[in-house]
């Protein structure tokens, strides 16, 4: 069973929005950071946004502005609501969770979802 499903990736046109959605089966309570990150072709994995725990938010330079996180504790989802997006935003946009368990941090990964921006 995976621990984070991500959902709401797909095609659109340069300008436009999408909103990605991760299912989260952790409980928030222990988790230390969750958030999204993107890889695009031949490019590494980079950070896109996250949220720590108390609630601070952080964006790369290249989404400020045109990118919101946000957690629903209510529906364990965390979201992703992205605007004004360019064919550089084009990649796998994967959800991520750093849970604290026994002295430890654990990693989880979803199965990432693609998004493609035309121009």
């Known amino acids: 069973q995976r621990q984070l499903v991500e959902s709401g990736g797909g095609v659109v046109q340069s300008g436009g929005s999408l909103r990605l959605s991760c299912a989260v089966s952790?409980?928030?309570?222990?988790?230390?950071?969750m958030g999204w990150y993107r890889q695009a072709p031949g490019k590494e994995r980079e950070l896109v946004a996250n949220?720590?725990?108390?609630?601070?938010?952080n964006y790369a330079a290249s989404v400020k502005g045109r990118f919101s996180i946000s957690r629903d504790d209510a529906k364990n989802t965390v979201d992703l609501q992205m605007n004004s997006l360019k064919p550089e935003d084009t990649a796998v946009y994967y959800c991520?969770?750093?849970?604290?368990?026994?002295?430890?941090?654990?990693?989880?990964w979803g199965q990432g979802t693609q998004v493609t921006v035309a121009s």
């Open positions: 991520h969770a750093d849970q604290y368990y026994s002295g430890r941090i654990l990693a989880y």
């Open positions: 949220i720590i725990s108390g609630g601070t938010t």
């Open positions: 952790i409980s928030f309570h222990s988790i230390n950071a």
